[in-house]
């Protein structure tokens, strides 16, 4: 199964990151509808709606694209992991409080916020561990070999 | 098992005490937002970074804010049997179709603009209209009280049911309409919850 492990890691590299450039960049193109769903949620204070508008969309490309990095790969999965754990809490809160809104997940193109988005945040979650939990020592080797250079 | 218990937590702390990962998230991120904001600040349509809540709140904005345009429980029901004012069910077509508020008027947000003729022929902008959605805070209702704002109702006139119609339906205090499954063809309705009467 060991020898898999490179393979299935580079797959679920591929989706993640996948879902995530797809759906950052759907947010830059739109940032005002960012900012208008992430308003519908209701968790954030007004002032700082717009910010995150414009930030996350930009941590969501970068975190993705760094997953394709070796050295930089666990880093972009800690940040989409976090980013997928505030999503999921966002998604359970706006249920929980009976909330019709859309999950502004891709933008203009995101379906509402419910048992499915939940599902899937849930599946992302899985993959980043996998991503996040493996291949520790080959990275360990590589630290290694920069500081000896 | 793909990874024994104890490996999976030695990983976590592994990952959780390495240094090196978290100084590259960190960077991660900062050249992230530097990016954000040059883009931010090059495009046309560039977005403020605070919103100046006087200037660029709408009508919608300043009920979620708690201010003056939401009705509570009672008074909703005050206006009802008092018929003193006009009530705006903003879900979906088939939802209203499915159970509603006798006396109610359907304007579904997702395609309102289709309703603006029935919206000046139903609604006196001179009355209070109630809008509603399916309960909690859902969007439906701000998007209709906007757009009703949007093409002239006066917002002193607007009200917001946050409650929803998930809340008068399990109240059951006022009468709402559900189809039967069976008659809904023949077009028969039946009426329930009326322990109440005007």
Not at chain 1, 34 to 51: E, G, Q, S
Not at chain 1, 121 to 135: E, P, R, V, W
Request: aromatic share 10%.
């Amino acid at each position: 199964m060991k020898r898999w492990w490179p393979t299935i890691r580079f797959l679920l590299c591929l989706i993640v990151a996948g879902v995530f450039i797809g759906a950052g960049v759907l947010k830059i193109i739109d940032p005002e509808a960012l900012a208008t769903d992430i308003k519908h949620y209701r968790i954030l204070p007004l002032w700082a709606v717009n910010a995150f508008a414009i930030l996350l969309p930009w941590w969501e490309v970068a975190a993705a694209l760094a997953l394709f990095i070796p050295r930089w790969r666990r880093s972009g999965a800690l940040i989409i992991g976090g980013l997928t754990v505030v999503f999921t809490v966002a998604i359970v809160s706006a249920m929980a409080r009976g909330l019709d809104i859309s999950c502004g997940c891709f933008g203009s193109h995101s379906t509402k916020a419910g048992i499915w988005t939940l599902a899937r945040n849930i599946s992302l979650l899985i993959a980043i561990s996998g991503i996040l939990l493996t291949g520790q020592e080959e990275t360990e080797k590589q630290n290694t070999l920069t500081e000896a250079h | 098992m793909l990874m024994k218990f104890s490996e999976f937590g030695t990983r976590v702390r592994l990952l959780l005490t390495d240094r090196t990962i978290w100084r590259r998230t960190f960077l991660l991120l900062l050249i992230a937002s530097i990016l954000a904001v040059c883009a931010n600040a090059l495009r046309p349509d560039s977005l403020a970074w605070v919103i100046d809540r006087q200037a660029s709140l709408n009508p919608a904005e300043n009920v979620e804010l708690g201010q003056s345009s939401t009705i509570t429980m009672e008074k909703f029901k005050e206006a009802y049997w008092n018929m003193s004012a006009f009530f705006v069910d903003a879900r979906k077509e088939e939802e209203y179709q499915a159970s509603h508020l006798e006396g109610s008027i359907n304007i579904p947000s997702v395609n309102k603009e289709d309703y603006l003729d029935e919206i000046f022929m139903s609604l006196p902008m001179q009355e209070t209209i109630i809008v509603y959605c399916e309960g909690g805070d859902c969007a439906s209702s701000h998007e209709v009280f906007e757009f009703l704002a949007e093409n002239g109702y006066p917002t002193d006139n607007l009200r917001i049911f946050t409650e929803g119609f998930l809340t008068l339906e399990q109240e059951g205090v006022l009468p709402i309409i559900q189809a039967e499954e069976a008659s809904t063809s023949q077009g028969e309705e039946q009426i329930t919850g009326q322990e109440e009467t005007p």
